[in-house]
C-alpha cells in the first residue's frame, strides 16, 4: 500500500512563499506521476499542477508563473514551490500520486492559510 507523507504547509503573508513536500513509499512497481490538489472552504477539489517521473509538468492557470513543481524521482518525494501567494490560495493541499497500474493515493492534506 503506497502511503503519501506531506510536509510544509503554514500560515503567511500576501505576497510570500511557500514550499510543499510528499514523500510515497510503499509502491511495489513504482511511481509514474505526483502532483498537488487544493481545496477551499465551500469548493470542489481541484488540480494545482502534476507531473511524471519523465519531469513532464502541467499547472492550473490560477499558478502558472507563480508556483513550480518538481520531483525526485530516486526519493519518490514531490515539491511545490510557491511563490507571491495570494489569499485566494489558501486551502488543503492534497498530494496524489499515480503508479504504473493507474492505481491513485491521497496525502491527508496539509493546510495552506494566505493572511495578513
Known amino acids: 500500500q503506497v502511503q503519501l507523507v506531506e510536509s510544509g504547509g503554514g500560515l503567511v503573508q500576501p505576497g510570500g512563499s511557500l514550499r510543499l513536500s510528499c514523500a510515497a513509499s510503499?509502491?511495489?512497481?513504482?511511481?509514474?506521476?505526483m502532483g498537488w490538489y487544493r481545496q477551499a472552504p465551500g469548493s470542489q477539489r481541484e488540480l494545482v499542477a502534476a507531473?511524471?517521473?519523465?519531469?513532464?509538468?502541467n499547472y492550473s492557470d490560477s499558478v502558472k508563473g507563480r508556483f513550480t513543481i518538481s520531483i525526485d524521482n530516486a526519493k519518490n518525494t514531490v515539491y511545490l514551490q510557491m511563490n507571491s501567494l495570494k489569499p485566494e490560495d489558501t486551502a488543503v493541499y492534497y498530494c496524489t500520486a499515480e503508479d504504473y497500474t493507474k492505481a491513485d493515493y491521497w496525502g491527508q492534506g496539509t493546510q495552506v492559510t494566505v493572511s495578513s
Open positions: 510503499g509502491s511495489a512497481v513504482g511511481i509514474n506521476a
Open positions: 507531473i511524471t517521473s519523465l519531469n513532464i509538468t
